[in-house]
């Protein structure tokens, strides 16, 4: 069968992807920026990736006219204060594009639903259900509560809290009650899902077999990591309170923390587990879903983060609009150096940040994200996704990266901490020589007034990254 998958490049399509391909069926990928979709090279060749926005009619028409079914896949929330406007276009144009078509299924993913009172998140999801069911397919729509899984929000939000406090004063909301499922059973409900005449015009909650409040989760996640952790809850903590609580102590962006709180503080119990009997399903419980993210973290073998999403940052503006590296009105510091081993020296660079640091002055690098984490900033507790591989988009503390090509010997972050300009790092090593270039565009006098501050420091912390990057030491 011919089937759409729209978020292809997010969390939980890049998981979906393969599973798909495997079950033998011809996948059309759907991309908003085909700079940022890396699928394995296996892949490449058994899919078929066309460029779509869900906010621009006209592109929809990239959309085969032979698909069978489609997967939705796609959330806005905290991208803009508006997304829940954003996300019901993006549904309202997807629906009338399918309408045209002769799809006979689409899948839904959604949160689950069963209160009265939503958040703007949960209502925004609602909303998308609405629209999405007024198509002339049959529609099934799956509600998730937390998922658990390597790279997941969730799974990466507590294990911020649990590795970094051991003794927590919590916001009330961590007494709610919520029902968590592992990435890999969502995946396996998505793919049996599709196609499924059992499944038609329904709505399922999906989750696992515990029914935790969010301090159960947090202590179990601790006991799983030999941690002893001391929770105490106060009542006095108001949502904006919390939101900052949650935006200082974890990677998450403020935004997505300010989402994130109202949705906690809503219940999230499944009705009933009818779609476990209708597709045989036995989902692990949330210890497993725990034990199974570590697996993989220590494998190396995170597929997808939520973290290279834009969601993890406050970027507004077009990605590729920075792609290159400007010149004019700009500050350059360009470092250059012999290197004594090519392989060496790319296998550093594409390993750099996250837990490996920036080889030099790391404390340096460390305060500076802790500035820009009170400053409003992402700051840099993000980390990287992979420890040895960059593409596209991907995250890099508070950097993103703008170009990664390893044959080519050249990467280029794009800054998204909080600055009174724009700034990009490259590095890029031609013939025998590693060139290190930091490049900043400053935005009026504050920002020239910034540049002069830290150029003193560029003068000890790049050189001595650029003298332990060319070091044939591994």
Excluded at 296 to 312: L, Q, Y
Excluded at 374 to 397: E, I, Q
Excluded at 398 to 424: C, H, S
Aim: hydrophobic share 40%; charged share 25%.
């Amino acid at each position: 069968m011919k089937i759409l998958l729209t978020g292809a490049s997010g969390y939980i399509g890049k998981r979906l992807l393969p599973i798909l391909v495997d079950n033998g069926h011809d996948v059309v990928c759907c991309i908003r920026d085909l700079k940022r979709f890396n699928p394995p090279k296996s892949l490449k060749s058994r899919i078929t990736i066309i460029q779509i926005d869900l906010l621009d009619e006209t592109s929809l028409k990239n959309i085969p006219k032979d698909i069978d079914a489609a997967f939705y896949l796609v959330h806005s929330m905290s991208a803009s204060s508006d997304y829940h406007i954003l996300e019901e276009k993006s549904a309202r144009n997807f629906k009338n594009q399918l309408n045209k078509i002769n799809v006979q299924h689409v899948v839904y993913l959604s949160g689950i639903v069963n209160e009265t009172e939503l958040s703007q998140h949960l209502s925004s999801r609602k909303n998308v259900e609405s629209e999405l069911g007024k198509g002339n397919y049959s529609l099934t729509t799956l509600r998730a509560g937390i998922i658990i899984g390597s790279g997941s929000a969730s799974f990466e939000i507590m294990r911020d809290l649990v590795e970094k406090l051991p003794v927590m004063v919590t916001p009330k909301w961590l007494k709610t009650r919520c029902q968590p499922i592992g990435i890999s059973d969502v995946i396996k409900i998505l793919s049996k899902t599709i196609l499924n005449t059992n499944t038609y015009n329904r709505d399922f909650d999906i989750g696992g077999p515990d029914i935790l409040t969010y301090k159960d989760m947090l202590l179990e996640f601790g006991r799983i990591r030999n941690f002893k952790r001391y929770i105490y809850t106060v009542p006095v903590m108001t949502p904006k309170l919390s939101s900052y609580w949650l935006y200082f102590v974890t990677s998450t962006s403020y935004k997505l923390a300010i989402a994130l709180v109202n949705s906690m503080k809503i219940e999230v119990i499944c009705r009933n587990n009818d779609i476990n009997k209708i597709l045989n399903i036995e989902p692990i419980t949330y210890r497993e879903a725990i034990e199974r993210a570590f697996s993989k973290i220590e494998r190396n073998e995170v597929v997808s983060s939520w973290k290279d999403a834009f969601i993890s940052s406050d970027f507004k503006s077009n990605i590729s609009e920075f792609s290159n590296v400007p010149s004019f009105g700009c500050f350059v510091d360009n470092r250059e150096k012999k290197i004594i081993d090519r392989a060496t020296c790319l296998n550093k660079i594409w390993s750099i940040g996250g837990k490996n640091g920036w080889y030099y002055a790391n404390w340096l690098w460390k305060f500076r994200g802790f500035i820009d984490k009170l400053a409003g900033g992402v700051g840099s507790r993000r980390g990287r996704t992979s420890k040895t591989s960059l593409n596209y988009g991907d995250v890099l503390d508070f950097w993103r990266v703008l170009y990664a090509n390893k044959d080519e010997g050249r990467l280029i972050l794009f800054a998204e901490m909080k600055l009174p300009g724009e700034a990009w790092l490259e590095f890029k090593i031609v013939e025998n020589k590693l060139q290190l270039t930091a490049t900043f565009r400053p935005l009026g006098l504050l920002g020239r007034l910034y540049w002069y501050s830290v150029f003193p420091f560029h003068g000890f912390i790049f050189e001595g990254m650029i003298n332990k990057l060319i070091n044939s030491k591994k």
